[in-house]
């Protein structure tokens, strides 16, 4: 499956370090989402993006900063993180939240590992 | 707040075994998906159930769709090695079709 790509796949960074997760959607939806998937937690939405605007923000601490440039491509700034938010990041797209067509393609994940 | 419940959390067959996974939601969905993921893997979109009562098939794979539209299963029958994965259920709820996701259910299939 090509629809939805993700870099890095697997990221190691020390807790001073800044990085960014990328996100490319090839399926022409017009949201975009950041998921964070921890071991024996449930599946956490992070961000959700509907044409270019942010239109859902779970709480998620500002060391994480999205970034959503067009509909195509999804960002995750990364600054000063702490060893607990070592996860799995998700990227997903749909038709958009409100169209009745909410399916979710997922993209491979970025495997987080904060030293 | 809306919530979507999964059981069981794990579930440990030998192969050849039926195995199902039950969601129940605490609110009225407008529809429920399903999920699989592949250890290693990511989510992959098997289903999407919309009307009340509704029954879906694929091959082994049996969901249905509660009348109250707050439930939902999905029933695998004699499990094969590469049904392992985490089951997830989705429920879009609310006027503002918030996608609310279960814990999933872990199933591992003894060869």
């Known amino acids: 499956e090509t629809g939805v790509t993700q870099t890095p796949r697997h990221l190691v960074m020390g807790m001073t370090n800044k990085k960014s997760l990328k996100c490319e959607q090839h399926l022409g939806h017009n949201a975009m989402y950041w998921y964070k998937q921890s071991a024996k937690k449930p599946l956490e939405l992070m961000f959700v993006?509907?044409?270019?605007?942010?239109?859902e923000n779970n709480s998620v601490p500002s060391r994480f900063s999205p970034e959503c440039p067009n509909s195509s491509h999804l960002f995750l700034h990364l600054h000063t993180l702490q060893p607990e938010d070592s996860a799995l990041y998700l990227c997903a797209s749909s038709q958009g939240p409100g169209t009745g067509k909410e399916t979710q393609y997922f993209g491979p994940g970025t495997r987080l590992l904060v030293l | 707040g809306q919530q979507v419940m999964q059981i069981p959390q794990y579930q440990h067959v030998q192969e050849g075994e039926d195995f199902t996974t039950y969601c129940n939601s605490s609110t009225t969905l407008s529809n429920i998906q399903w999920y699989k993921q592949r250890p290693g893997g990511h989510p992959v979109f098997l289903i999407q159930?919309?009307?009340s009562g509704e029954v879906k098939k694929q091959k082994r794979l049996t969901f249905q769709f509660g009348e109250a539209k707050k439930n939902s299963s999905l029933h695998i029958t004699a499990t094969q090695t590469t049904d392992v994965g985490t089951y997830f259920c989705?429920?879009?709820?609310?006027?503002?079709?918030?996608?609310?996701w279960g814990l999933g259910t872990s199933l591992a299939v003894n060869p």
């Open positions: 993006y509907s044409l270019e605007e942010r239109v």
């Open positions: 159930l919309v009307k």
């Open positions: 989705a429920g879009l709820a609310g006027n503002n079709r918030k996608l609310i």
